[in-house]
């Protein structure tokens, strides 16, 4: 009983403040033995400043006016076609997702894709759907691109360059689905054709933090051939931008200690030894059960199923931290196969699951009644379609590349 | 006459030249624009999923609504340019076919474009919003189609 109150409410409330408390009394009740409490953190510390350094990143990316080069460079190349506006924001989001984060593409792209389409005259709604959607389903492609990822990729024994072939074509492959799936879902809006014609001018690429992207990218990939570690990649891309803006004025060092989400951390740290302590005591059996062994094409999309449907019951987080320990030994198949499914799940509940809705129905933090019947009947058509095509993918590249 | 003209991204234009057209020179025009919460929404839910980020001053959804209402303000302005007669505007924000019903209440007649498919004339060239304003109207209706007319030769064949 005290176990679950205290598992329950670090998902209920978002907040390292119950979180870290929460650790250290399964720690100090005996739930996790204290030295299985270390190895957890010990193999999470790496992880977590790996998300660091790439949070990092994105907001100096995004302080150097990257993302808002991104606009004028989409309202430019759209030319007042809103279904060309839609290829330029699935080319934009995937990739600011795959290589900044889910983070950077929700926090920061989103706002941004509202400001171009309403600048074209455009309606916006496709627009920004699309983006929010793809922060998950994009977010398949490199360790870097979501923490669900980060946390497999530590337990999977993958290398970053194996992780990223492996995941490539179902990357692709969801991408494809949820461009075929929004187009025809919004031809309407997409059809109603925009007013402004982009006269603005475009605001200057910023080189230097595009270069710095592209230069942490490339490190990522060599410090994983050479057998580095390649958070020290994505640390020295962060520094290097760091240093700049630092001295160049144009941010501060509380901003880029802000910016590395240190609560969020902990509170990453925390509910991993939580979920640890659930996992010893009881759920590995219980859910063992249901976790197929087997690298076959059924066995991985029960996988991926029962990732998406645990992802949209409870977090997609909490949702890896209980099926790593259960799918690792299987394979680094099935460990890809629940990241497809915990991924692209979230899409089908707004809020990303079912436990943050409650919350958040809970607490009314914003009053406005949204409208859940359009988003989810999206959800509904989106993640039927990008998860079974997207798992056949995976099943196609094992077989090609190799688990 | 109190004529309303609900302005959307798109399809305005016409709804505008149509005001221009039936509305003789003393009638009061009143602009409306209504931003959803759809987008807004989106962008919150969004953020609320990425577990432990709790930082209400990044939330996108915020910053979305504020944009929101600066965007429709500015094609309201846009619209009224392109009216060339003083009008009144309006900005309203929520269910956007609820907002436009509500507004249209004691107009003397509302302006509106088709929103579906208007390659062809029949019930689905209105879609689900502006389906929902044309029934629920409580007031005359003048539909416009944002382009070209489709002629009559998209008929369907008669039933049999």
């Known amino acids: 009983m005290v176990l679950g109150c205290a598992v329950i409410r670090p998902w209920g409330l978002p907040e390292a403040v119950v979180a870290v408390p929460a650790a250290g009394a399964v720690i100090a009740a005996g739930a996790i033995p204290l030295d299985h409490a270390v190895a957890e953190a010990a193999r999470l510390g790496p992880v977590i400043g790996f998300l660091a350094a790439i949070l990092v990143l994105a907001q100096l990316c995004d302080d150097e006016g990257l993302f808002h080069a991104c606009g004028g460079w989409m309202a430019r190349r759209a030319a007042g076609s809103p279904r060309r506006l839609l290829v330029l924001v699935f080319v934009t989001a995937s990739s600011v997702t795959a290589v900044l984060s889910l983070d950077a593409t929700v926090v920061l792209l989103t706002p941004v894709v509202f400001a171009t389409a309403a600048r074209l005259g455009a309606r916006a709604k496709p627009h920004v759907y699309a983006c929010t959607h793809l922060s998950n389903t994009a977010s398949l492609l490199l360790p870097v691109s979501n923490l669900t990822n980060l946390l497999a990729f530590a337990a999977s024994g993958l290398s970053f360059t194996r992780f990223a072939a492996l995941m490539a074509l179902p990357w692709l492959v969801a991408i494809a689905a949820e461009y075929a799936v929004i187009r025809r879902f919004f031809a309407t809006d997409l059809d109603a054709g925009a007013g402004a014609p982009a006269t603005s001018v475009s605001p200057e690429l910023p080189m230097f933090a595009l270069l710095t992207v592209v230069g942490t990218l490339a490190g990522l990939v060599l410090t994983s051939v050479l057998g580095v570690d390649p958070a020290w990649a994505a640390a020295a891309g962060a520094a290097i931008l760091a240093a700049r803006a630092l001295a160049r004025r144009r941010t501060t060092a509380p901003a880029i200690v802000r910016a590395a989400a240190l609560p969020f951390c902990a509170f990453v740290l925390a509910l991993g030894i939580v979920v640890r302590a659930v996992v010893d005591n009881g759920l590995a059996d219980a859910l063992g059960r249901l976790v197929p062994a087997g690298t076959g094409l059924g066995a991985l999309l029960a996988v991926a199923v029962l990732a998406a449907v645990l992802a949209n019951v409870i977090n997609n987080l909490p949702a890896v931290l209980v099926l790593l320990p259960l799918t690792a030994p299987i394979g680094p198949g099935a460990v890809l196969a629940v990241l497809l499914g915990v991924n692209i799940g979230p899409n089908l509940t707004y809020a990303g699951s079912l436990a943050t809705l409650l919350w958040r129905r809970v607490v009314r933090e914003h009053d406005t009644a949204v409208d859940l019947g359009e988003f989810t009947r999206l959800g509904l058509f989106a993640v039927s379609t990008a998860l079974p095509l997207s798992v056949m993918a995976l099943w196609v590249s094992l077989q090609v590349i190799g688990g | ?160």
Do not use: K, N, Q
């Open chain 2, 1 to 160: 006459m109190a004529v309303i003209v609900w302005i959307v991204e798109g399809t305005w234009p016409a709804c505008v030249d149509a005001a221009r057209a039936h509305a003789s020179e003393g009638d009061d025009v009143v602009l409306l624009h209504v931003t959803g919460d759809e987008m807004p929404g989106a962008a919150h839910g969004a953020y609320a999923g990425l577990l432990g980020r709790a930082r209400p001053d990044r939330d996108p959804g915020t910053r979305v609504e504020g944009m929101a209402v600066a965007a429709g303000e500015r094609l309201l302005a846009e619209a009224a340019g392109r009216l060339g007669r003083p009008c009144a505007r309006s900005e309203r924000s929520g269910r956007v076919e609820r907002e436009v019903v509500a507004a249209a209440e004691g107009a003397d007649l509302l302006v509106l474009a088709r929103d579906g498919d208007i390659t062809h004339l029949g019930p689905r060239s209105l879609g689900p919003v502006s389906r929902f304003i044309v029934d629920h109207a409580p007031c005359p209706v003048l539909l416009v189609w944002p382009e070209t007319t489709p002629s009559t030769s998209t008929l369907p064949p008669p039933p049999r």
